[in-house]
């Protein structure tokens, strides 16, 4: 079964600090999408990445990057020198075909404040 | 290429009344997905619809809840008799075909008094 674990729940840092966001997942398929969005306070998910499970180049895109290490079953997201528009809710999702189609598993999210 | 839209994205509802929300998908695309996100919690699973068909239900409440995407027009998620506990925000996905990649909508909010 299909499982995505984000350990912290809430986290707070200073603006300009670097802050990681974990997420470990769980998969009996060999072929799987991972996925990471943003809630902001208005409510609507932001797309943020797609990562195919054959894919472990790390991915870089402006402040953000993901760690993506299969041997851990982990896909971590950094956001460097952290901003205050950056506290939302991420959330972290894993997509397989074990129910014959792309089933979306979510984490249960984790929250960042970014304090000025 | 519009997106997924919803609507309404905010939605009041008094305790026993019945609450219908609206998911019309990307164009081109004819499957849609419904996702429940109950306050402080992730999204969860409810129903995983095909043109004029239910492919998965598993998540979906037994009671009360049913959803259809009938052949023209969007989907729809109906809930029944609603209850405080229904409060939560509803999102809608889409995707071109059952292996593809799921595109979501901005969500519907139900509050329910």
Redesign the interface.
């Known amino acids: 079964a299909q499982k995505v674990t984000q350990a912290q729940t809430e986290i707070s840092v200073v603006e300009k600090e670097d802050v990681t966001l974990d997420c470990v997942y769980e998969t009996r398929d060999t072929t799987y999408?991972l996925f990471w969005?943003k809630q902001p306070p208005s409510?609507?998910?932001v797309?943020l990445i797609?990562r195919n499970s054959f894919d472990e180049q790390n991915e870089i895109s402006g402040r953000y990057s993901w760690n993506f290490q299969k041997s851990t079953s982990s896909f971590n997201f950094t956001i460097t020198a952290s901003q205050v528009v950056d506290s939302a809710v991420y959330?972290c999702?894993l997509?397989d075909?074990s129910?014959?189609?792309?089933?979306?598993?979510?984490?249960?999210?984790t929250k960042l404040q970014v304090i000025p | 290429n519009a997106g997924v839209m919803q609507n309404p994205r905010h939605l009041v509802r008094r305790r026993g009344q019945e609450a219908r929300l609206r998911c019309s998908p990307m164009k081109g695309h004819s499957?849609v997905?419904w996702?429940r996100q109950l306050p402080e919690?992730?999204?969860?699973?409810m129903v995983?619809l095909q043109k004029e068909n239910i492919?998965?239900e598993s998540g979906m409440p037994k009671e009360r809840f049913s959803a259809e995407f009938p052949k023209e027009g969007p989907s729809i998620l109906r809930i029944q008799q609603v209850v405080r506990g229904d409060s939560a925000?509803y999102?809608c996905?889409s995707?071109e075909d059952?292996?593809?990649?799921?595109?979501?909508g901005?969500?519907t909010?139900l509050t329910v008094l």
Do not use: M, W
Request: charged residues 20%; proline residues 2%; without cysteine.
């Open positions: 999408y969005y409510g609507e998910l797309f797609r959330f999702a997509s075909t129910g014959g189609y792309q089933k979306v598993t979510f984490g249960i999210g | 499957h997905y996702y919690e992730g999204l969860k699973f995983y492919i998965d925000a999102f996905a995707s059952r292996d593809n990649e799921q595109f979501f901005p969500g909010r």
